[in-house]
Nanobody
Framework: VQLQASGGGLVQAGGSLRLSCATS????????IGWFRQAPGKEREFVAV????????YYTDSVKGRFTISRDNAKNTVYLQMNSLKPEDTAVYYC???????????????WGQGTQVTVSS
């Protein structure tokens, strides 16, 4: 499974961005897709995950109500809509795939290359 994250950029606090994760290889629609982020000097942290069917989603508390994860299996793409962005959301965002809806990096087998999100105050 290959994953390609895109859509990052520079935005002012309160603004929005939509990240995309294009997937290919194997039967990607059977995999759960997660988003993680890593700020400089910090560990990679869980952001959101969506099940292969799209029926189950889960978010870390700090993004609930602001971020929405969705997927379009026909397009082999997963999206992360990020609204009301805050400076503390600044990080490199990674998408990943695995067989279960989990919040640990150890639960994901395949990772994309990451896309930078910078939120200015």
């Amino acid at each position: 499974v290959q994953l390609q994250a895109s859509g990052g950029g520079l935005v002012q606090a309160g603004g929005s961005l939509r990240l995309s994760c294009a997937t290919s290889g194997r039967t990607v629609s059977n995999y759960d897709i997660g988003w993680f982020r890593q700020a400089p000097g910090k560990e990679r942290e869980f952001v959101a995950v969506i099940s292969w069917s799209g029926g189950t989603t889960y978010y870390t508390d700090s993004v609930k109500g602001r971020f929405t994860i969705s997927r379009d299996n026909a397009k082999n793409t997963v999206y992360l809509q990020m609204n009301s962005l805050k400076p503390e959301d600044t990080a490199v965002y990674y998408c990943c795939s695995g067989p279960n809806v989990v919040t640990s990096t150890r639960g994901y087998y395949y990772w994309g290359q990451g896309t930078q999100v910078t939120v200015s105050s």
